[in-house]
């Protein structure tokens, strides 16, 4: 395992900054994950939908994305990828609470609905699978006027049995559209299993469109990394879209409304998290010499400062006026 993650970095050409900053995304996005959580569990927030096991794929997907002008059209786990492009934890914790700062929706929306015009981060939609086509639009946009621009669009595995996603496909195909689709495959359609759900591969669902389908190791960011950066310059270069399957396991239930233990046992579970991405990232980092107890324990206690700041922020930042019940809603005049 040790010889394989190293070469992985070793072709990923990521330089020590770039790999600390990449494991600090990671930690971050399970550190505000986790703390969601304990709100949830505490009655102080509504409702959490989880992005644990996802966040190699997210960070390692985000990280060559140029913020503001490329455009991301997530789904509602992406929280490693809205972290990885700039938004902040105070950002998370303001949207979970549902309060008038929340720069995704001024707490109109549920989590995991994100948004950010400054980011180029599309307003999620609550159907699944709509994102799709809205990224191809915007590709076409970007094709049209000669600009080099790249649209990554994700959603879990089974968005893909939509009619969107396989429109979207068609239509990037044809036009030849600088868009990536990342498909986390986390194992489960909410209780639905992977195979009552997909019938062969997504990734070679591809060939059907005429466009390259990657499958890869959504549990190693580095591999995640590679192959992103090279859909990207490939759509940047006006070689067209890419799908890439990106195969890891949700670590939590689909939900804080979810019951898990009803549809899989506790030993798959437990046997997933012996390959937390997390996990193995910082074993690779230890073994590359990057990473030891002193600078580890200096990131944890600087990410845990930002969320326990961030909390005691959103908490106490203030509720949405009635009146304000339907600004943003309609248009004025």
Known sequence: MAIKETRAGREAHLGDDDLLKIYRYMLLARRVDERSWVLNR??????????????????????SLRPGYDYVYPYYRDLGITLTLGQTARDQFLSLLARREDPNSAGRQMPGHYSSRELNIVTASAPVGVQYPQAAGTALAFKMRGEDGVVL????????????????????????????????????????PEKMQIAGSIAGRAAGYGIPGVEVDGNDVLAVYKAAKEAFERARG?????????????????SSDDDDRRY???????????????????????????????NKEEIEAGIKAEVDEAVEYAESAPQASPEEALDLVYAEG
């Open 153 to 192: 669009t994700c959603g879990g595995e089974a968005s893909t049995s939509g009619g969107d996603w396989h429109e979207a496909m068609n239509f990037a195909g044809i036009h030849g559209l600088p868009v990536i689709f990342l498909i986390e495959n986390n194992s489960y359609a909410i209780s639905v």
């Open 264 to 294: 899989r046992e506790r030993e798959e579970i437990e046997e997933w998290r012996q390959r937390d991405p997390l996990v193995r990232f910082e074993r690779y980092l230890e073994e590359v010499e990057l990473l030891d107890e002193e």
């Open 238 to 254: 006006g070689d067209g879209p890419t799908l890439i399957e990106a195969k890891t396991y949700r670590l939590t239930a689909h």
């Open 42 to 63: 505490q009655g102080r927030a509504a409702f959490v939908v989880s992005c644990q096991g996802h966040e190699a794929i997210q960070v390692g997907a985000a990280y």
